[in-house]
T-cell receptor, first 116, second 118 residues
Framework: AQKITQTQPGMFVQEKEAVTLDCTYD???????LFWYKQPSSGEMIFLIY??????QNATEGRYSLNFQKARKSANLVISASQLGDSAMYFC?????????????FGKGTLLTVNP | NAGVTQTPKFQVLKTGQSMTLQCAQD?????MSWYRQDPGMGLRLIHY???????DQGEVPNGYNVSRSTTEDFPLRLLSAAPSQTSVYFC?????????????????FGNGTRLTVT
């Protein structure tokens, strides 16, 4: 079975500093995708960044980067130069070909608070 | 560029009432799905569809029905609402390649429907 673990229920960071949100995963499928979503207090789910299991380089999207360590089964999200608008819940998720429902398996999330 | 549109945004039902949550996407995505989000439970898959005319159950399908008559629309029906169905519901869609959803395609979510059953 697929499993996503986010061990940090809450994180605090000062504005303009970098922060790392942890994510570990478990799957027996060799082909999978790892995703990070942001959920602000308004409730919508916003896709941030994707990393494929066969990708050799870490993914980056603007201020977001993904520190992918396949052997350790970790996919940590790094947010550089934090902004007040980054305060939100962040979810790590995984999708694979194993099983027929193609679902995203989500972690329980990390609540990030950016302090001025 | 609408993406995934869900209606209504809020709904209050009495126990035993039925209703339909609407979901439409304009990205020509073949894969569509419904999740519910509950505190401490994360997001759980209710039903999904890999194309028009094809639906299947997810993790928590009891009490819900779906149909997929067009590529664009994927409504979720609550047959007889119960307080346990109080939740936030998300519709999500993704790209498919050659008729199969791709593991490297992100799900695009609607803005959610907050449902309260009293």
């Amino acid at each position: 079975a697929q499993k996503i673990t986010q061990t940090q229920p809450g994180m605090f960071v000062q504005e303009k500093e970098a922060v790392t949100l942890d994510c570990t995963y478990d799957t027996s499928d060799p082909s999978y995708g790892l995703f990070w979503y942001k959920q602000p207090s308004s409730g919508e789910m916003i896709f941030l960044i994707y990393q494929g299991s066969y990708d050799q380089q870490n993914a980056t999207e603007g201020r977001y980067s993904l520190n992918f360590q396949k052997a350790r089964k970790s996919a940590n999200l790094v947010i550089s130069a934090s902004q007040l608008g980054d305060s939100a819940m962040y979810f790590c998720a995984m999708r694979s070909t194993r099983g027929s429902n193609y679902k995203l398996t989500f972690g329980k999330g990390t609540l990030l608070t950016v302090n001025p | 560029n609408a993406g995934v549109t869900q209606t209504p945004k809020f709904q209050v039902l009495k126990t035993g009432q039925s209703m339909t949550l609407q979901c439409a996407q304009d990205m020509n995505h073949e894969y569509m799905s419904w999740y519910r989000q509950d505190p401490g439970m994360g997001l759980r898959l209710i039903h999904y569809s890999v194309g028009a005319g094809i639906t299947d159950q997810g993790e928590v399908p009891n009490g819900y029905n779906v149909s997929r008559s067009t590529t664009e629309d994927f409504p979720l029906r609550l047959l007889s609402a119960a307080p346990s169905q109080t939740s936030v519901y998300f519709c999500a869609s993704s790209y498919s390649r050659l008729g199969s959803p791709s593991y490297n395609s992100p799900l695009h979510f609607g803005n959610g429907t907050r449902l309260t059953v009293t």
